[in-house]
């Protein structure tokens, strides 16, 4: 079987304060912390799913991605010039071109695509509301229909009413 190479980590040429720059290719940035240092760390999830992490926030910010996001994530792998010590980023060459990363989703939204979709959000609701009815002093069917006309709204619309 042929041994499988790595196509992820390649030099880049040297120009005058650049050193060791090696290009990678980045496919999500995750942000964590780190207990034992007691300060916020980046995880670059590479290409070929391993990881190189980076400690200092004046990589991301010379890479002009927010500090503060928990994770960014690229629609495709984004290559970027860095400076690697070990398994580690320490700097980076300023002014990169950086694709936008993907919004996240923040809010779920029910996916109605077909008959089968809606009976399922159909029986969410209805198993729902007989949960919530469990714990109501009133038990009665005209009870569990407006309660579920509640729920259903709610998952219709994503707002209380």
Request: charged fraction near 30%; proline fraction near 4%; glycine fraction near 4%.
């Amino acid at each position: 079987m042929p041994k499988k190479s790595k196509t992820t980590k390649k030099p880049v040429k040297k120009t005058g304060n650049e050193s060791n720059l090696t290009s990678i290719s980045v496919v999500a940035i995750w942000k964590n912390w780190s207990d034992k240092l007691k300060k916020n760390y980046w995880t670059f999830v590479l290409e070929d799913n391993s990881r190189l992490a980076c400690f200092d926030p004046k990589v991301l910010e010379e890479l002009n991605l927010d500090t503060k996001e928990k994770v960014s994530r690229f629609d495709f792998p984004q290559k970027m010039s860095v400076q690697i010590k070990g398994n580690y980023i320490v700097s980076t060459k300023e002014g990169q071109p950086i694709q936008e990363p993907k919004a996240s989703s923040k809010q779920w939204t029910p996916k109605s695509s077909g008959n089968t979709n809606a009976n399922i959000d159909r029986m969410s609701v209805l198993r729902t509301a007989v949960m919530f009815l469990e714990h109501q002093k009133n038990k009665s069917l005209k009870n569990l229909q407006e309660i579920t006309a509640i729920f259903e709204k709610y998952v219709q619309s994503g707002k209380w009413e």
